[in-house]
């Protein structure tokens, strides 16, 4: 657990002294900085999509995902538990909110392939290398999205601590069904996810980014089942 306490101390470290500097940045200048954040997020989200190597997995990993967060409604269930953290850090201009800055963050430090091996690696050989690289990115990054989104990027700490630690725990158990074909759709479905966040940060959408999470893991099951699913018809044909 050494990496992902060394994850989560570097995000905090690097939103606080973001939050720091945000207090000093005029309305303009952050509001455009959160635009090219927007944008950028964006790139990141195209860029991991393009690790996906099977259109299908991820079309009903997207379909079937969002049917689940939808129905059981991830999003109203998440904002309304952080609805007084909302009143009383809302920004002055109304534009983001905690929950939209814990969102942002949350998606972009967990989602990914860097993520899921690192904290596979830690908790099968406790090899930390690949968390403690992913450690100095996140130093840089949430000190850029605090300064821009505000606190909610501090709480996506407690997010990477769950979510990582999670996985260690858990990788004797995991590892067998965590492919690398499993990890590519993941990162894709993650990462299309990611777009709907960038197009949510630019103020094209206001998408309910939470009720997508589920299709982050449903490759854990349709990889599988599309690999045996094409045995059959090979055998058929």
């Known amino acids: 657990m050494i990496g992902v306490i060394a994850n989560t101390i570097a995000v905090l470290i690097g939103s606080s002294f973001g939050l720091l500097l945000k207090r000093g940045i005029p309305e303009k ?23 996906g190597e099977n259109t299908l997995v991820l079309i009903l990993s997207m379909a079937l995902g969002t049917l689940l967060g939808a129905w059981i409604d991830i999003d109203t269930h998440f904002t309304g538990a952080v609805e007084k953290l909302e009143a009383r850090f809302r920004r002055g201009d109304g534009k983001t909110s905690i929950a939209e800055g ?15 091996v690192g904290s596979l690696q830690a908790g099968l050989s406790g090899d930390n290398s690949m968390l403690f690289t992913k450690s ?15 606190v909610g990027v501090v709480f996506a700490a407690g ?10 725990l858990a990788a004797q158990f995991a590892a067998p069904l965590l492919s690398d074909a499993v990890i590519s759709e993941m990162t894709c479905a993650g990462s299309v996810i990611i777009v709907a966040l960038g197009l949510n940060l ?17 490759p854990i099951l349709l990889c599988p089942l599309y690999d045996i699913a094409a045995a059959w018809l090979s055998r058929l044909m």
């Open 29 to 51: 200048v952050s509001g455009a900085v959160m635009y090219a954040i927007g944008l950028c997020t964006i790139y990141i989200g195209i860029s991991g999509a393009l690790c």
């Open 102 to 116: 814990f969102i942002a963050a949350s998606l972009l430090f967990c989602v990914g392939a860097m993520t899921i």
């Open 136 to 150: 100095v990115l996140d130093l840089i990054s949430s000190f850029v999205f605090a300064a821009s989104l505000g």
């Open 159 to 168: 997010f990477v601590f769950v979510f990582q630690g999670t996985i260690v």
């Open 202 to 218: 630019l103020g094209i959408t206001k998408l309910k980014i939470m009720n997508f999470l589920p299709a982050i893991f449903l």
